[in-house]
């Protein structure tokens, strides 16, 4: 799934620069993520970079977006036109789930 900011956002600037798709921007009121751009940060760290620094915890699962873990690192390596992730050696699909070796 991609994130969304809710209107619970503080406009703190934390989110912004460390998202590593460039996915978040700065909306009419509030924070926004591009759902077309939000990986969940899959194929750069192992949790969303966003909700983990926070400070308001205003950024849940888009449900409108529902994506699995293989579609998100499909994003990653098209957003980032690469066949290898950053920090990652490979990949396996195991019962629906793409996992780290």
Known sequence: MALMITDECINCDV?????PNDAISQGEEIYQ????????????????QCRKLCPVDCIPLHPDHVESRETLFSKYLR??????????????????HVCGN
């Open 15 to 19: 989110c912004e620069p460390e998202c």
């Open 33 to 48: 993520i591009d759902p077309a751009r939000c990986t969940e940060c899959v194929g750069h760290h192992d949790e969303p």
């Open 79 to 96: 957003l980032t036109k690469t066949d290898e992730p950053a920090g990652i050696d490979t990949l396996e699909t195991t019962a629906g």
